[in-house]
């Protein structure tokens, strides 16, 4: 008996204590955030990425980093419901230095309504506006400057209506008409 205190009790004793320290570090984890998927779940809006500190959208929804650069900060995240975090209702996408790149509304895992690009110094590169993941209705790219590069049209996700085509400062280069995907008439430049 006194060889079972001395060498089997103490065993016991180290053995339940590594196993309850294990599961206590396994509650912490769960606490401050989740996984889905391998995907990060962010619980706790104080600490969310610098990026996501002010952003309105993670007041409302369940946000979940997708994607990161190399340096642990978001690159793609996503904006889902409170109830099914499954259920993706927006997204961003971010260039390395933390500055927006794109976003737009979700629905049922496909693009829909306004979406807009930006370049990195903040100014708007494109719009453009989604029905069930295909394009829809008018796509505006911008140059840099701010002046319209080209506008086109779509309905669902093909060529339809008049393009039009400027150069960086405004003057208008060139024209496209179509139809159901076809090209009905040109005018000015077509190597657009």
């Given amino acids: 008996m006194k060889c ?22 396994k509650d912490n984890v769960k606490e401050n955030q989740k996984s889905i998927n391998d995907k990060t779940i962010l619980n706790d809006k104080n600490k969310l990425p610098e990026v996501l500190i002010n952003d309105t959208l993670a007041e409302k929804y369940v ?19 409170p109830q099914n975090p499954d259920d993706v209702k927006y997204e961003k996408q971010f260039f390395q230095n933390g500055k927006l790149f794109i976003e737009g509304p979700l629905e049922n895992q496909r693009r829909t309504g ?20 295909l394009k829809f209705g008018a796509s505006n790219v911008y140059y840099e400057n701010g002046k319209i590069r080209y506008t086109k ?7 339809e209506g008049l393009w039009e085509f400027y150069d960086e400062n405004g003057d208008i280069l060139g024209k496209v008409m179509y139809k159901n995907g076809k090209k009905l008439w040109e005018e000015g430049t077509s190597n657009q």
């Avoid at 205190?5 to 196993?19: A, D, E, Q, T």
């Avoid at 979406?115 to 506006?129: D, F, L, P, T």
């Avoid at 049209?153 to 060529?159: H, I, P, R, S």
Wanted: negative net charge; proline residues 3%; glycine residues 6%.
């Fill in 4 to 25: 079972f205190k001395r060498i089997i009790l103490p065993i016991v004793i180290v053995c339940s204590s590594c196993f309850s320290i294990a599961c206590n570090n």
């Fill in 153 to 159: 049209n779509y309905e669902k996700d093909v060529a």
């Fill in 114 to 133: 306004k979406w807009v690009a930006r370049y990195e110094n903040g100014n708007i590169w494109s719009v453009g506006y989604y029905e069930d993941g």
């Fill in 63 to 81: 946000v979940i980093v997708v994607d990161t650069f190399d340096t642990g900060e978001p690159l793609k995240v996503h904006y889902c419901d």
